[in-house]
Each structure stands twice: as structure tokens, then as C-alpha cells.
């Protein structure tokens, strides 16, 4: 059975900080990873991919990946209070997903 | 900015009664996808869909579901005899190109089943 895990949270991250969510796979020929950001009642919304070992940045959003480890994790730097919403990972053409991280901003 | 449109946001039906959610992908785009949120729970992968067929289907998607692209713009989802469990949000999307797996979602169809 093919797994993504995601902690659930929440995670509680001071306005300005950094904002730090992970993700584990299980399927060792995953090939393509991605991050949605997914408001309460809204559709979600692509944020990040990442296809490669390292860093992939944009803006202030940073995508880490090792897959000798078998993780994937999204930085999000100088969290505002509009970051404050569930994030899902999703490997493999968005084929499996994580159940989310809830990530709440405090002003 | 182009989008996915879906229609109807809400649809309330009767267990065992058929439902059609329908789905308007962005314009230029080639594929075509079908995924459900149970609430509170993760986003599940339904189908895939190109140049007119089916390219993946997970196991929920089984006999009581249908894809259909009926005409240029809308993409189907057919649930042919719905059940207790079927109510979730029903996500539509699309992407580009065969190689791009960057997917724009729709704003979803909640779908009860009583």
C-alpha cells in the first residue's frame, strides 16, 4: 500500500517566522512531488513541485527533497496570517496524498 | 486568469438515484482528472482522463462511476446508483500537457446522499 504521512497538527508558527511541513512517502519510485495549500471549505491549490534531490524556491516558499530518505518538506518563510491553512502533500501525479498539516499563523 | 468550473456547487440526492457533477476545464488543457474529500479526511485520486479515454482509474472507481466529455468543454462524473458513503466534495481538474503535472482544481461539487 502506497503512503504519504503527514503530521496532522496543528502546527502553531509565529507571524514572521518560518514555517516548517513534512512529508514521508513510502513508494520508492516516486517520482513527482508536490505541495497544495487547501483553505477550510476551499479547493486546493498548487503551491510547489519539486522533481529533484535539493531546494527548489519561489518566493518565499522553499521545497525540499530527498528520496534516499524518502521526505519531501515545504518551507515557508516570513509566515503571515493568510499562510494559516491545511497543507497537503501529494507524490506521483497527485495519484496519493497526505491527509494535511493544519498550519495556523498567530498575529 | 483562466479556471475549472464546476457546477452544481451542491447537489442533494436520494441513495440509489444517479448524479451528474459537471466540470469545465480551462480551455486549453488535455487532461482531465476526478478526485473526492470526505470530510475531514484526505483528497482521494478517481480518474484520469485523455483524449477521450480513460488513462487511470484508482479503486474507487469502480462499475458505478462514469467519464464522459459529452462535448469541446464539459467533462462528466457520473454516479450511476449512489450510496451513503458517495457524499463527499468532488473535485474536477485539468493540466496542460501530458508531462506537466501541474493540475488546476475546480471548486468542487458537495455531493449528500440521503
Request: hydrophobic content about 30%; glycine content about 6%; aromatic content about 12%.
Amino acid at each position: 500500500q502506497k503512503e504519504v504521512e503527514q503530521n496532522s497538527g496543528p502546527l502553531s508558527v509565529p507571524e514572521g517566522a518560518i514555517a516548517s511541513l513534512n512529508c514521508t512517502y513510502s513508494d520508492r519510485g516516486s517520482q513527482s512531488f508536490f505541495w497544495y495549500r487547501q483553505y477550510s471549505g476551499k479547493s486546493p491549490e498548487l503551491i510547489m513541485f519539486i522533481y529533484s534531490n535539493g531546494d527548489k524556491e519561489d518566493g518565499r516558499f522553499t521545497a525540499q527533497l530527498n528520496k534516499a530518505s524518502q521526505y519531501v518538506s515545504l518551507l515557508i518563510r516570513d509566515s503571515q496570517p493568510s499562510d494559516s491553512a491545511t497543507y497537503l502533500c501529494a507524490v506521483s501525479r497527485q495519484l496519493i496524498w497526505g491527509a494535511g498539516t493544519k498550519l495556523i499563523i498567530k498575529p | 486568469e483562466p479556471e475549472v468550473t464546476q457546477t452544481p456547487s451542491h447537489q442533494v440526492t436520494q441513495m440509489g438515484q444517479e448524479v451528474i457533477l459537471r466540470c469545465v476545464p480551462i480551455s486549453n488543457h488535455l487532461y482531465f482528472y476526478w478526485y473526492r474529500q470526505i470530510l475531514g479526511q484526505k483528497v482521494e485520486f478517481l480518474v484520469s482522463f485523455y483524449n477521450n479515454e480513460i488513462s487511470e482509474k484508482s479503486e474507487i472507481f469502480d462499475d458505478q462511476f462514469s467519464v464522459e466529455r459529452p462535448d469541446g468543454s464539459n467533462f462528466t462524473l457520473k454516479i450511476r446508483s449512489t450510496k451513503l458513503e458517495d457524499s463527499a466534495m468532488y473535485f474536477c481538474a485539468s493540466s496542460e500537457e501530458a508531462r506537466s503535472y501541474e493540475q488546476y482544481f475546480g471548486p468542487g461539487t458537495r455531493l449528500t446522499v440521503t
